[in-house]
């Protein structure tokens, strides 16, 4: 069952009680230990009621990042197989990218306990590179969208014909660049990818 995300990048009141339940549960044993455990037993049974209620229903960094996960693979089986005209795609020829986006005020975002941003939004890039020929696909998606997959596309392209590729380095959160992918024809993709060697290496094949 998908988690409810919007308590992440709001106040996160589950994980907020979360911590609070084994506070209490830490301060009843040490009232028990050193005082009383007539004291200190209720108010860890306490904690322990609401570590287990909250353990439920907060959404960690870990949540997040497992969801992502997953979606990755689900983009993986939806490419695997496909037919673009005569050519049946592999998923092993891909390479895969991901990474989270703020394209506008309205995707929120949060640093997490190990100090990565996560925002509302993030991306997937599929990128499979020849001289030859090359496929991209991409996908924009949502946490907090009924319909997660707010956008996705293609481009194909035959290796005899021209590319132009503009490229734009994100300042936040950082580490990705925006692409602009146009073929002769006047077919044009927008995706994303991280502001890597790998990702260059991929992207000069595109467009050599």
């Not at 044993?29 to 306490?46: D, E, K, R, S, T």
Request: glycine share 8%.
């Amino acid at each position: 069952m998908k988690k409810r995300f919007d308590r992440y990048f709001g106040n996160n009141i589950g994980r907020k009680l979360y911590i609070a339940s084994l506070a209490l549960i830490a301060v009843g044993v040490i009232i028990g230990y050193f005082y009383f455990w007539g004291y200190g037993m209720p108010l860890a049974a306490l904690g322990v009621i609401g570590f287990l209620v909250c353990s439920g229903i907060q959404v960690t960094d870990k949540d997040i990042d497992e969801h992502i996960e997953n979606a990755l693979e689900e983009f993986k089986k939806r490419i695997d197989g496909r037919v673009l005209g005569k050519k049946t795609l592999d998923v092993r020829d891909f390479s895969y990218f991901c990474g989270f986006l703020r394209e506008d005020s309205q995707t929120r975002f949060v640093s997490g306990r190990d100090g990565k941003v996560r925002t509302s939004k993030y991306f997937i890039t599929a990128i499979s590179a020849s001289r030859n020929g090359s496929v991209i696909f991409s996908a924009v998606c949502d946490l907090l969208a009924e319909n997660e997959i707010i956008s996705e596309s293609f481009i194909e392209t035959n290796g005899s014909e021209k590319a132009d590729l503009a490229t734009e380095v994100l300042e936040f959160p950082a580490g990705n660049k925006k692409c602009t992918l146009t073929v002769n024809d006047g077919e044009t993709l927008l995706f994303y990818v991280p502001n890597d060697a790998l990702a260059d290496k991929l992207l000069d094949t595109v467009i050599d």
